[in-house]
């Protein structure tokens, strides 16, 4: 029996890098073929293949991109294979890399290659039909650099990342990408990058600072359009590109025209969701533990100077007195850059205290950006003074108009809406709890990451930080139960899926059970009109459910992981019998609405 080792990722593992190191395992256990597997990059889990099994192999398979550990293989016969391929042929793929042949060609020195995608960066020139077709358009070989962030900054921005990066590999370009993720800036663009570039595209659902651009011909979009068509986005952007202006410390915001039209109500407050999150996810936690270990009086005044009364001054008075001036403060960034922020965090703070909660600091976030980008255009200042502008003028003007109508103006009915809805939302029970619930989940499947599913993860996210835990329970049970349903169809009803879907259903229950509902994006592209549907009435169900047994979540993320936290969600029996739920009719349904696989 030949022996294969195998590595799959490098740099951020995407959602495709999981998928595709489920395909080969369950590839190779189907085809009885020996197989040592290494998941590799940053937050990759399970051990790195050891000596013994490099030395007994016959042959290595390097799928992906970024630092593989190929130097380790020495004169064994090495493969490369795309993360695209394995998805779309794994036994093609296996049979290659045994076989020694490669269904593009062989490089100049006889290594062989099929097909490369490198996070952070890729090489392409080398691409003799990427040359071919780049040369077609007329466009020539360029120099790309790219951003792409989303809210989360799990799936979208890391998908969008490889839409790009295979699309320029595709068209002969050269091009780096950052993913501004969960975990801050990854492979970050270098000023000599920077200045070597004839592009910068900014794939973004969430606002970018453009002040290191100024100078170079900019185009912005979302990340949607990069997964989507990527070829014709860099066309596009190639073509529509606009010079961004002087940097934002010396001029005001760094936006061209274009991308400040296009970014839109919507790209701004889910910027501020984004820089909110961290502050939920901390205090949520925080909070749980101060009932754990102090029980349901932790914070009561006799326990002070407790360890559970040190957690909740933590939590609720620090983390949780943070989430609506973070907010304001990263609406009026995305509006107007740096200036934006002091008017905005300043604006939602009054809003905190006026108990206008994140209504109120919605509403500020939005008066401050557009306060200070109207000031930043209509002030004119001499050369010598235009560098108070940012610093000393627009803060200060934008701080009294926002603040003056926040008190004045804006603080007050907000908070008496602000309280109508959240005595509204705490007292909801039967039919009117079940309706909610089946609106937010059926929300959440019904675009799996898009604008709708947004809207309904960041609306119950931000009432986490008025006391309402039920939505985001709903939102996060029903987010889970696309993966976690097709998952169990896959096993249910074999017959309706290909033997990759099969192979990667395992994949996409991991997906699921964290809390990524993109995971489910390739079974409903694949079919959509019999797909989404199953999909989005399971997830109706599991919000519904969970609706009505009154589930309160008080983090707005963690998928399974948040079960083992104390208090983290209550009560875990219901959490458990919604996601189920939800999970076995999106299961069911799809088996019923799928035909049988060809």
């Not at 070829?231 to 005001?252: H, R, V």
Request: proline share 5%.
């Amino acid at each position: 029996m030949t022996h294969l080792v195998a590595v799959v990722g490098g740099g951020d593992l995407s959602t495709h890098a999981v998928l595709a190191a489920e395909a080969l395992r369950r590839a190779a256990g189907r085809r009885n073929q020996r197989l040592d597997l290494e998941l590799r990059g940053r937050g990759a889990s399970g051990a790195p293949l050891s000596e013994g099994a490099i030395r007994g192999a016959d042959a290595a398979l390097l799928v992906g991109t970024g630092d593989l550990g190929e130097d380790r293989f020495g004169a064994l016969r090495r493969a490369r294979a795309a993360i695209e391929d394995v998805l779309a042929d794994v036994d093609g793929v296996i049979d290659r890399a045994l076989a020694g042949q490669d269904k593009v060609g062989q490089d100049k020195v006889g290594q062989v290659k099929v097909g490369q995608v490198k996070v952070g960066q890729v090489k392409v020139g080398q691409v003799k039909a990427g040359q071919e077709e780049a040369a077609q358009d007329g466009t020539g070989q360029k120099r790309i650099v790219a951003i792409t962030s989303c809210p989360t900054g799990i799936a979208h921005t890391f998908m969008a990342a490889e839409g790009i990066q295979a699309a320029a590999q595709a068209l002969g370009h050269d091009v780096r990408v950052e993913t501004q993720g969960s975990v801050g800036a990854r492979d970050a663009l270098t000023p000599e990058e920077i200045a070597a570039a004839d592009l910068v595209l900014i794939a973004a659902d969430t606002g970018v600072d453009r002040g290191r651009f100024a100078g170079k011909r900019v185009y912005a979009t979302t990340t949607k359009a990069a997964i989507r068509d990527g070829k014709g986005l860099i066309a596009t952007a190639l073509k529509d590109a606009e010079l961004q202006g002087a940097p934002a410390t010396e001029a005001g915001p760094a936006r061209p025209a274009a991308a400040e039209q296009k970014a839109g109500a919507y790209k701004h407050l889910m910027t501020g969701v984004s820089f909110m999150l961290p502050f939920v996810v901390a205090g949520g936690l925080l909070i749980a533990l101060a009932f754990a270990f102090g029980g349901i009086d932790a914070m009561a005044p006799e326990n002070k100077g407790t360890l559970g009364f040190a957690l909740g001054e933590i939590g609720a008075k620090a983390a949780f007195a943070l989430i609506v001036p973070a907010l304001a403060g990263y609406i009026a960034y995305s509006i107007a850059d740096r200036p934006g922020i002091a008017p905005g965090m300043i604006g939602g703070m009054l809003a905190a205290n006026l108990n206008a909660g994140f209504l109120g600091g919605i509403a500020a976030g939005f008066i401050a950006g557009y306060t200070v980008s109207f000031l930043s255009r209509t002030i004119r200042l001499p050369k010598n003074l235009e560098g108070l502008k940012p610093v000393l003028i627009l803060p200060l003007l934008g701080t009294l108009v926002t603040g003056l109508l926040m008190v004045y103006v804006v603080g007050v009915p907000v908070a008496a809406l602000l309280a109508a809805l959240t005595g509204w939302l705490k007292g909801m029970q039967g039919a009117s709890a079940l309706l909610l619930g089946l609106l937010l989940g059926a929300m959440m499947a019904l675009d799996m990451g898009g604008p709708i599913n947004k809207a309904a993860y960041a609306s119950s996210a931000a009432l986490i930080s008025s006391g309402v835990y039920a939505p985001m329970a709903a939102v996060m049970l029903a987010g889970m139960t696309p993966p976690l349903g097709i998952a169990l169809a896959t096993r249910l009803f074999p017959g309706r899926f290909s033997a990759q879907e099969r192979e990667a259903g395992s994949a996409a229950a991991v997906l699921g059970a964290a809390f990524i509902t993109e995971g489910a994006i390739p079974f409903a592209a694949a079919d959509p009109l019999r797909v989404i549907p199953a999909l989005v009435a399971g997830s109706a169900v599991a919000g519904a459910l969970s609706m009505t047994l009154g589930v309160a979540l008080r983090v707005p993320h963690g998928g399974l992981f948040v079960l083992p936290i104390p208090n983290a969600i209550t009560p875990v029996l219901g959490a458990v019998a919604a996601l189920v739920a939800g999970s076995v009719v999106t299961a069911v349904l799809v088996g019923v609405l799928k035909k049988r696989a060809p």
